[in-house]
């Protein structure tokens, strides 16, 4: 079972996966009263072919936030601000591709900067941008700038939330 959960506290957010062997999945979400958005693959266990041990792969779940161009390239020129740990570098270096190959999407379409831009990130992508993000710095006129895009990521994963069967219950 694969269970991802948004934490916001503030101007930062947190995502969380846990991973569980042998189950087949369907995505949902739930939000409870403290505003924790929580997307969870609710799943019925099976039993795993005698020849094989290998993990049922759960369908990825994509965060489609959008926000103007300005917005992505603030989230390029901020992620340079961070220190980044070796440990760290290939999920930065995954954040970075994201948000570079969405500026480049709207760059072609000759989008101006207030104009808006679709960003595609998994769940690790996320989480990622999450943890990097919480250690850049920017100033405080550019504040606005930082939440708006933390916004726009969260209504994503509410999106997200919207579109699942109401049926599916939790777990």
Known sequence: ??????RQSGMFAMLVTVTTIFCSSVIFAQSNEAGVLTLKNSYTPTTPPAATTAKT???AVTLKPT???GDVAFVLSTLNTVNVNGSEVAAFMEVKSVFTKALDVAQKANKKENDAAVVELNIPQANAYWELLKRATVSGA????????QNA???AAK???????KNMGSK
Do not use: H, R, Y
């Open 1 to 6: 079972m694969k269970s991802w959960t948004i």
């Open 57 to 59: 792969e759960a369908p």
């Open 67 to 69: 926000m103007s161009v």
């Open 142 to 149: 550019l504040a606005d700038k930082f939440q708006s895009v």
């Open 153 to 155: 990521i969260v209504d």
């Open 159 to 165: 999106a997200v939330e919207a579109s699942t069967p």
